[in-house]
């Protein structure tokens, strides 16, 4: 098998923050279709519809089951009929691209059959090297977004992991921001980094949100204490879970309850990059709902709820973006949960691909598409196998 | 590849505990030698030595280079020149093989040169569904275990995860007992089960041990509060680590202090089998040194001090018996450590031959030889490929 190694500066490019990482050889991703035994009855086939995306950070499937797929250099994309348009998406707002920097997450509005708006986060350039955590809306038309809004932004700050986007079942967007670099700032409550927000539809804040009326807070604060956190999904109870990177160790799936403190940089299952130990616990700040030591740095996350796999019902399933700390490379991880969303039991998908995971969906079909990062950006489909 | 499915008796053999368990597909070991790469320089070689072995548990070194084996069925082989006698070794002591149960880790005295004492850990049958722990001596003479001394025994019980040895620095021997099954007795102060002992190489009690004299403590204990622990090693600085199996999760590398409590089954990293949360930390309870979750099953420990593998040198390297609750396999995990023993970054090893790890032994040659206990029992030496 051919390998090639990451240089420095590819390093720069694909991590968080300052991980310890080592050479590793990478292994370039065939060109399929793959199959694979899995643990509970599915043999999967895994197809590969296009590795022409660079640093693929986020899909959303319009209705009908075309596809937009976010680019973190700042390109939207769409794939109609399974193939990929050469052409970007016109008309989104120029990013900040730098390291991690980019175009983020896009959802579409619950009622967008309604009012056909597409919601977006974004690394906007501020001053000198800072840049904000924005939230906006756009219309899809033809090959263009129009009516762009910026609906919401962050202060100015160097935090740049990334933003997932989810609606709530209450009709509010949630909105992770991003504190692996300044760690300060996730348990600064006046600060908008490292925290879940919560926003009306039209970017103003709720007035049942936690915090409102609390001295010292951003209203828009929903939950607070959390690192770099590429992964949030909305259970169809209504519950909520992000998915967040932990330091060295301690990679964590939580439970998100309005008003909760999930710990960063004050306790994690994970230690410092130097080797010394933080407390897992302290009382008053959550535990996590699902661990990872050492890290697998997870990225998008989903429950499957279509019937193409049934063994697969409710299971949460994680995008392993790892890369370095432990060879292996990422993987996709099925996690099989109990009624209290508590971790029963986990299975490792793709992980013969040695591909990084950066999000996961279900799509319109049934199906599971995945994207990964590595030397190409990949757009998979999964589904089961004759 | 040919896949062979695990039959539910054989699940019972190979699992310890009650763990949540799945068929997976199983491949068989080829016939290599493989060769891989390595993230630090080194690419490495391995060859099969043997695949004859019967659930193998623990490698000992003879001067000379020649190796004991030990099999959890009651059998001691040997294996000469590279070369595995088909003939067990006659004289070892009838063992209970029951599950999990039967002959465990063999050492040689530190002043083997001198008194050829070769010590063993075996499961003793007892009363009924009973058996015991027993700590024994016996020298090697030709093809037979001669002169065999029984040392020490726990009280009866049902507790069989297995049993290592090691001799500490000062000379006196250390022993692990198991505790994943009736695991109130890791917390009693009463009972040799869930505990690291601490005898002198008679088998008597050092006076110097942390509990002597302490009312309602068996004073053989030297330390508390473990579960299932399958690896014991000392570094060439006389500390001590082991390494334990979690329940579902919060499998622990521990630096082992006199006296102290490791927290099983108060606290562990880990959730109980039916997803309920325990708490990760306990005021007075040790934090484990190293972590994983989800579980990796670890079994045999070392430190590699040879000249061999230069850019591993120090490096601890953790057999992995995973099995069944995440797809993958076990693998050998190499960890660097900094100069306090903490966790700076892993590595997985061997992953690609889908095996469980049992041991993991530096040889006198500088070479790493390593166990396999899957559907066959193998033994594997690593060096480094040409």
Redesign the interface.
Known sequence: MK?ALLTAAMFAAVLHGQA??????RAPLGDGPFIF????QHKIKVTVITKALDRPFGIAFLPGGNMLVSERGGKLRIVRDGVLDPQPIGGVPKVNARANAGLYDFVLHPNYAQNQWIYFAFSKPGEGNLSATVLARAKLQGNSLTQVQELYSTEQGTNVGGSRLAFALDGKILMTTPAAGEVEKAQDPASAYGKILRLNDDGSIPRDNPFVGKRGYRPEIYTLGHRDHLGLVVHSSGTIFNAEHGP??GDEVNLIKPGANYGWPVIS?G?Q?????I???KEGME?PQI????SIGPSGIMFYTGDKFPAWKNNLFVGSARYG????FGHLERVV??D?F????????L?DLHQRFRDVRQGPDGNIYALTDQEVGALLKIEPAP
Chains 1, 2 share one sequence.
Do not use: C, M, Q
Request: no cysteine.
């Open positions: 390998h310890n990482v080592i050479d590793l050889p035994d899995t643990a509970e060295n160790g299952f230690r990059y130097d080797g010394s130990r407390l897992p616990y535990i661990v990872w030591v050492p700390e432990i060879r292996g949960l109990n209290k508590e971790d029963i039991r986990r299975e490792r998908l992980d």
